[in-house]
Nanobody, 122 residues
Framework: QVQLVESGGGLVQAGGSLRLSCAAS????????MGWFRQAPGKEREFVAA????????LYADSVKGRFTISRDNAKNTVYLQMNSLKPEDTAVYYC???????????????WGQGTQVTVSS
């Protein structure tokens, strides 16, 4: 089992920045690829970004490309999501996820965190 705990959410004005963190514990050897997803009220959960085991591959949703950056520190078992130029439509609960494998991917995640709220005011 892998446990994931997100932090760093909050309230920010449009155009501002936030950095989310996700700390993994437990059987971290199973947390190869890691990703971020989000779910806005009344909408389905959607993929945001993913990163491969070594950090060599990344993947982004078109809606965040150029504004968000995913990274990881394997020594700390932590993955980050730097979010810049935030828009009101980025408001959602953001979830960290993990799965086995080496490359970034947008599906097939086995482990999920509890989520952290991000609210962007206009």
């Amino acid at each position: 089992q892998v446990q994931l705990v997100e932090s760093g959410g909050g309230l920010v004005q449009a155009g501002g920045s936030l950095r989310l963190s996700c700390a993994a514990s437990g059987r971290t050897s199973s947390s190869g690829a890691m990703g971020w997803f989000r779910q806005a009220p009344g909408k389905e959960r959607e993929f945001v970004a993913a990163i491969g085991r070594s950090g060599g591959t990344t993947l982004y949703a078109d809606s965040v490309k150029g504004r968000f950056t995913i990274s990881r520190d394997n020594a700390k078992n932590t993955v980050y999501l730097q979010m810049n130029s935030l828009k009101p439509e980025d408001t959602a609960v953001y979830y960290c996820a993990a799965r086995g494998g080496y490359i970034a991917t947008w599906s097939g995640y086995d482990y999920w965190g509890q989520g952290t709220q991000v609210t962007v005011s206009s």
